[in-house]
């Protein structure tokens, strides 16, 4: 399967974005996908994920309250909206797709067979 990400750009603290991942080829519809983010100097960490029909939903501590995923099978897409954003928000963030997800290893990154190529977030002060 092909991701693409996109919708990344340059926003205010305390404002919002969207970011979209979208599919081609493969079977998207039975992976879970995970948002990763990686900002310069640090490694990639885990987002969140949500799980092949859309019904689960995971987040890191840092964005939870703030960030939500959804995805819609039909279009291959899978979105993650982002509210309430701070400076510490800002990095490249990519889309990966899992196909034998387990929720105790979601965060690791290696388990992700899949991914885009990222779109930068950033966030002004």
């Known amino acids: 399967v092909q991701l693409q990400a996109s919708g990344g750009g340059l926003v205010q603290a305390g404002g919002s974005l969207r970011l979209s991942c979208t599919a081609s080829?493969?079977?998207?519809?039975?992976?879970?996908i995970g948002w990763f983010r990686q900002a310069p100097g640090k490694e990639r960490e885990f987002v969140g994920a949500i799980n092949w029909s859309g019904v689960n939903t995971w987040f890191a501590d840092s964005v939870k309250g703030r960030f939500s995923i959804s995805r819609d099978n039909a279009e291959n897409m899978v979105q993650l909206q982002m509210n309430n954003l701070k400076t510490e928000d800002t990095a490249v963030y990519y889309c990966g797709a899992n196909p034998k997800f387990s929720v105790a290893t979601m965060s690791e990154s290696f388990r992700y067979d899949w991914w885009g190529q990222g779109t930068q977030v950033t966030v002004s002060s």
């Open positions: 080829g493969g079977a998207f519809s039975t992976y879970a």
